[in-house]
């Protein structure tokens, strides 16, 4: 598998594509880091993202909303059956390439500073860390 921006820079992906194709596009990557499924899901998803990093790369909006929406069908069914085997979290690899797409779409991805909240710090938790 290939890099999820490889070739293609921040600012490109950042005005080419229009907000709601992006927000969009988190929603459901994050949505994707949250499903357990079989391992063939998985690898079916994993095609899915590839196909979405295609997209991207192409900088071809129409293709990113289509292969947003395969990901989207390709989320966790409730229905089990017997002898089926365990449903698990997305594989490394997966997660991986969903987080950097995360960071390529996101509204802070070229900030690095953050915030990130630590229990049992003495305030009110809020603490800003540089990466």
Known sequence: MTGPHEGVSND????????ETKDNAIEVLDDLLKWHMISTRWDQVASA?????QA???????AVREALIEIELLGPV????????PR?????????????MVHLLGPDSASPTQTVVEPGDGGDGDRTRRD
């Open 49 to 53: 993202i590839d196909d979405l990093n």
């Open 12 to 19: 490109l992906v950042l005005t080419w594509l229009d907000e």
């Open 88 to 100: 698990t979290p997305a594989p490394p690899v997966v997660r991986d390439r969903v987080n950097m």
């Open 56 to 62: 991207l790369g192409g900088r071809a909006a129409p």
């Open 78 to 85: 409730r229905a089990r059956r017997i002898g089926e085997e």
